[in-house]
């Protein structure tokens, strides 16, 4: 009887230990799973060189070398209704030439915040708002005088502030902004610039004799409309064009006279790493006055479209 009661007792425990096993086995343990990300993000580092050498050329010739950093950040959030991008885009270049100094051929620092909101999914209409500064990184220079700068970091920046409509293709290759409320402050950070009343912000004030009454202002203010577009295309294999559009308008000072901005830039893929790129630039600004050189003066004159155009080939690493 001992025997028959201690085998139905492990008979007993067996049979429970496997009913706990089959039951624990039913019931896992539950697993924390990583919620999907709404950001998106992409980094874009490019760097073009361009030289040239002349050894006992005929022709004559000289001899230089200039390179371009070019640097893209994005940062983009989007989740049903509500969608947030930024935008960071630096470029800095250099050129050296025999004989001449180091000169400064490009220096950009741009930065592009917008928030939107939508009531239907099926819109691509947003309510937004939307921030964007610029300035730039060194001294800019009237050369071949480099004795005194005619820009710095800080002078100038302009910063714009401002709500409205934007539409946003799924794509994101064709964006278009309104606002019909914007802030657009220009500091200029460089006393003896703001003297001058460099860039539009009001000069210094001197007496009949030319003394010092009161110094220039670093900041002026403005209140106007602005409109923004970005339009991306695929326009053959292995060419992009890209273009950026900026429009602004000051309700209190010249309302009608319009601040241009406009970029286009070709991108022409070679391999994943190496691209050409073609661009153009275009600035009118009428706070902007152009300078000419009379009987070997500087004399600042109007404002005049600004042009700068661009050609090169370099390595683009994009992660």
Not at 48 to 55: A, G, M, N, R
Not at 129 to 142: D, I, L, V
Not at 224 to 241: F, M, P, S
Not at 294 to 310: A, F
Request: aromatic share 12%.
């Amino acid at each position: 009887m001992k025997l028959i009661h201690i085998t139905l007792l492990c008979l007993i425990i067996t049979t429970s230990a496997f009913s706990q096993k089959i039951i624990t086995s039913l019931n896992p343990i539950p697993v924390k799973v990583d919620s999907i990300s709404h950001w998106e993000k992409k980094n874009i580092i490019g760097f073009t060189i361009s030289e040239i050498l002349f050894v006992n050329w005929n022709a004559g010739g000289t001899n230089s070398i200039s390179g371009l950093l070019r640097t893209q950040f994005n940062r983009n959030y989007s989740n049903d209704n509500t969608k947030w991008a930024n935008e960071l885009i630096m470029r800095y270049g250099l050129n050296k030439q025999d004989g001449i100094s180091v000169r400064k051929t490009d220096d950009a620092f741009q930065f592009t915040s917008t928030f939107g909101y939508r009531e239907n999914t099926n819109s691509n209409w947003y309510h937004s708002a939307k921030f964007n500064f610029n300035t730039q990184f060194s001294n800019g220079y009237s050369y071949p005088n480099t004795e005194i700068s005619v820009s710095g970091p800080f002078a100038p920046a302009y910063s714009f502030l401002g709500v409205g409509a934007e539409y946003a293709s799924e794509k994101k290759d064709r964006l278009f902004y309104f606002s019909p409320f914007t802030s657009k402050v220009t500091y200029v950070g460089n006393q003896r610039l703001a003297d001058k009343g460099s860039f539009g912000v009001p000069k210094a004030i001197y007496d009949e004799d030319g003394n010092l009454v009161k110094h220039g202002e670093k900041v002026k203010s403005e209140l106007g409309t602005l409109i923004t577009a970005y339009h991306k295309q695929k326009v053959a294999k292995n060419i992009t064009l890209e273009n950026r559009l900026s429009l602004y308008s000051d309700y209190i000072n010249k309302y009608g006279n319009v601040d241009i901005d406009y970029e286009l830039a070709f991108d022409l893929v070679v391999n994943q790493y190496v691209k050409t790129n073609i661009g153009m630039h275009i600035i009118y600004d009428d706070d902007i006055k152009a300078k000419d050189e009379i009987n070997g003066e500087q004399v600042t004159v109007g404002p005049k479209t600004q042009l700068k155009q661009v050609l090169g080939v370099g390595m683009t690493y994009s992660f």
